[in-house]
Nanobody
Framework: QVQLVESGGGLVQAGGSLRLSCAASSRTFSSCAMGWFRQAPGQEREFVAAINWSGGSVGYADAVKGRFTISRDNAKNTVYLLMNSLKPEDTAVYYC??????????????????WGQGTQVTVSS
């Protein structure tokens, strides 16, 4: 079992930055691929970024490519999402997810085994 707790969300003006963190409770974190998803009101949950177990392979949604950076620190059981040049359309609840796999990273929500409760990110114009 892996418990995930996100933090770092908040209110920021357009063009600003935030760094989200996701702390995992389990030692199996280092063998998990990790991902960030987001869900805006009235919309489906969508993929944002993902990273493999070692941090050597990452992927991004086109909407955030070049602005967001995913990283992880396996010694701290934590994955991060650095969000720069934020736009009002980035406003959503951001979720961290873990997939128990030693093969690459995952971009589909059904490929993930564990989810956090989410953290709200609001970008004002």
């Amino acid at each position: 079992q892996v418990q995930l707790v996100e933090s770092g969300g908040g209110l920021v003006q357009a063009g600003g930055s935030l760094r989200l963190s996701c702390a995992a409770s389990s030692r199996t974190f280092s063998s998990c691929a990790m991902g960030w998803f987001r869900q805006a009101p009235g919309q489906e949950r969508e993929f944002v970024a993902a990273i493999n177990w070692s941090g050597g392979s990452v992927g991004y949604a086109d909407a955030v490519k070049g602005r967001f950076t995913i990283s992880r620190d396996n010694a701290k059981n934590t994955v991060y999402l650095l969000m720069n040049s934020l736009k009002p359309e980035d406003t959503a609840v951001y979720y961290c997810a873990a997939a128990v796999t030693d093969w690459g990273f995952k971009v589909r929500s059904y490929e993930y085994d564990y989810w956090g409760q989410g953290t709200q990110v609001t970008v004002s114009s």
